[in-house]
Structure formats: C-alpha cells, structure tokens
C-alpha cells in the first residue's frame, strides 16, 4: 500500500500549532486581568467605567477567560488537549467576534477591537485546522 504524503497546509499547521496555542493562550490569559484587577482593568484596558456592582460577574468572566488561556498554552504541550481546547474555544470565540461585530456601532465598543482580532484569529486558525488535520493531532505531535 502506497504512503501518501500530507500536503501543504497539514504542514503547516502542524508546524505552527505549538506557538499559536502558546501565542493566542497568552493574549487570552491576560484577561485573567479582570479577576484581580476590575477596577484597574475596566477603565484602562476595556475602555469602560468600573461600577462596583458588577464586581463579581466581571471577575468570574476574568477567571474564566484568564484560565482557558491558560488551557490553550497547556495544549501546546500536552498534544491530547489540542482538539477538545480548539473546539471549546472556537465555540467561545465565535461568540465573542459576533458580540463586538453586532454591537458594532455602539461606542462601548471600543475597548473590544483587539480581542476581537484575537478571537477571530483563533476561530479562523481553527477552522483551517479541522479542514486539514481533521479532527485529529497531527502525527508528528502524538505520544
């Protein structure tokens, strides 16, 4: 039986699947932010008022975000994480891109557009990946 090579983009993204989850883990990690700084985090990096009574779900969202970042620079490493971490976070992310883009013309906005890049870089990065790896690991990254 004839061997057949993996084409271009298998490749491709089996070459740059450790640094994007290393990468894009981080950018989303720093969210973790607003579990421990709200009031320092809201004004100056989601360019919105800090009000106190929105403490605890501003905080649970920063924790929540902050450790999916952390699981995305665990999957660079730990190969049997890739799939299910790509699909959660596609899923996360997606919503998140059709948050900003549907609220689009309001000015509470304007703090979103790098997480927004972010975030669809993430959705488009993982749709490449399931088009060419399917929704496996790539053999040169299995145990």
Not at 14 to 34: I, K, Q
Not at 53 to 68: C, D, F, N
Not at 107 to 132: C, K, R
Request: proline share 8%; with cysteine; charged share 10%.
């Amino acid at each position: 039986m004839e061997s057949k090579e993996p084409g271009k983009l298998y490749q491709f993204f089996s070459r740059t699947v450790r640094p994007f989850f290393l990468f894009t883990g981080a950018g989303t990690a720093l969210v973790g932010l607003y579990a421990f700084l709200p009031s320092w985090a809201m004004p100056n990096v989601a360019k919105l008022p800090y009000l106190q009574e929105y403490t605890i779900i501003i905080q649970h969202w920063g924790i929540m975000v902050g450790i999916m970042g952390i699981c995305m620079m665990l999957a660079a490493i730990v190969p049997e994480w890739r799939v299910p971490i790509l699909l959660y976070s596609a899923f996360e992310k997606s919503f998140m891109v059709w948050l900003v883009l549907s609220n689009a013309q309001q000015p509470f906005v304007n703090g979103f557009w790098i997480p927004f890049a972010l975030d669809s870089t993430v959705v488009l990065y993982t749709i490449g990946y399931f088009l060419a790896c399917g929704f496996t690991t790539p053999k040169n990254e299995r145990p």
